[in-house]
């Protein structure tokens, strides 16, 4: 089955610095790679996704890279915000199911 | 927007009982999920469901596990005889449609085994 890794486990920037988690996949197969967001007690929320016919997706201060051939694919926030603190999860899923596997998650925390 | 409610938000069991988590998917969704999250862990797949059955399971999926959907609104996780490593934050999530990615999670149930 599709193996997700995360990394780092904790990302602490200052406001207004960028912040890059990084993310890999073992499953070719694989064509589906959402980002979530979840905020401290509450449900993990979409924020971006992107499928494996495109290499970047961009959303405003957010933006998604995807290198099939290295199996990886990263997140990118720019100008970061305190209320950009929370943890983030990557998934990866195939065509058919489209059943996420997610990595182990990224706790940011962005510095006032 | 429409959400994903789940109840209740924490549950304390003794080990060897019995326990249900329940959810309300988004009334016009298809297909419903249970993920379990370990404390530091991954967000982990339980099971898939839809047509009234299960469509995909995990190896963490066993006999102990259940799953239900008892009238049309309702989806159910059930633990039959509850081990201390079955502590863990339950979510559950659903979707519209096979070829509609997005999936909507509750805000979970946090299950702790004594």
């Known amino acids: 089955g599709e193996n997700v890794e995360q990394h780092p486990s904790t990302l602490s920037v200052q406001e207004g610095d960028s912040a890059v988690i990084k993310c890999t996949y073992s499953d070719s197969a694989s064509n589906y790679f959402p980002w979530y967001k979840q905020e401290l007690g509450k449900r993990p929320q979409l924020i971006i996704d992107?499928?494996?016919?495109?290499g970047e997706k961009k959303d405003q201060r957010i933006a998604v890279t995807l290198n099939k051939t290295a199996k990886h694919f990263s997140l990118h926030i720019t100008e970061t915000q305190p209320e950009d603190s929370a943890v983030y999860f990557c998934?990866?899923?195939?065509?058919?199911?489209?059943?996420?596997?997610f990595g182990r998650g990224t706790s940011l925390i962005v510095h006032p | 927007e429409p959400e994903v409610t789940q109840t209740p938000s924490h549950q304390v069991t003794q080990m060897g009982q019995e326990v249900i988590l329940r959810c309300v998917p988004i009334s016009n969704h298809l297909y419903f999920y249970w993920y379990r999250q370990i404390l530091g862990q991954k967000v982990e797949f339980l099971v898939s469901?839809?047509?009234?059955?299960?469509?995909?399971k995990s190896e963490i999926f066993d006999d102990q596990f259940s799953v239900e959907r008892p009238d049309g609104s309702n989806f159910t996780l059930k633990i039959r005889s509850t081990k201390l490593e079955d502590s863990a934050m339950y979510f559950c999530a659903s979707k519209r449609g096979p070829t509609n990615e997005k999936l909507f999670f509750g805000s979970g149930t946090q299950l702790s085994v004594l």
């Open positions: 992107i499928r494996s016919n495109v």
């Open positions: 469901f839809y047509n009234n059955e299960i469509s995909e």
């Open positions: 998934a990866a899923a195939s065509g058919g199911s489209y059943i996420p596997t």
